[in-house]
């Protein structure tokens, strides 16, 4: 029997969200941060994918061929754009007695062009929350 190994490192964000894992579209399980998940699988091609509590929130479909008594092993984290928009967020709060003069609006509509550019955000970037690199096969 082949093995999947997927690793997921230390994180600050998304830290306390749990990756579910689907191989084949079927859900075998999840990994919390600085964890690590292991399945035994038949030889041939797969497809790992992650998600988190919002499934619209996932990574690309990831396709590896794995032969007999071989172990495959992938890295998931969450991407730098969590960073970003993370950043994004503080600096935007941070500065607002300064943004809110020059966008020339009251406190409640600047939390709502706020609150609308952040989903944009987050809808044009869901399919990148989660990474995964592959660590190769190993024996």
């Known amino acids: 029997m082949a093995k999947l190994v997927i690793i997921r490192k230390n994180a600050w964000t998304a830290r306390?969200?749990?990756?579910?894992?689907?191989?084949?579209?079927?859900?075998?399980?999840?990994?919390?941060?600085?964890?690590?998940?292991?399945?035994?699988?038949?030889a041939g091609t797969h497809k790992l994918k992650c998600e988190t509590w919002l499934k619209s929130m996932s990574c690309e479909d990831y396709e590896f061929t794995i032969s007999e008594n071989e172990t495959v092993t992938v890295f998931v984290k969450?991407?730098?754009?969590?960073?970003?928009?993370?950043?994004f967020c503080f600096l935007f709060i941070l500065f607002r007695p300064t943004i809110m003069p020059l966008l020339n609006v009251d406190m409640n509509m600047f939390f709502l062009l706020y609150s609308i550019f952040?989903?944009?955000?987050?809808?044009?970037?869901?399919?990148?929350?989660?990474?995964?690199?592959?660590?190769?096969?190993?024996?």
């Open 16 to 42: 306390a969200a749990k990756f579910l894992v689907f191989i084949d579209n079927e859900k075998v399980g999840g990994v919390y941060n600085d964890a690590t998940f292991e399945i035994d699988l038949p």
């Open 78 to 87: 969450p991407s730098n754009f969590n960073w970003a928009f993370i950043g």
């Open 118 to 139: 952040a989903i944009i955000l987050l809808f044009i970037f869901r399919k990148k929350l989660i990474e995964i690199k592959d660590f190769g096969l190993s024996v």
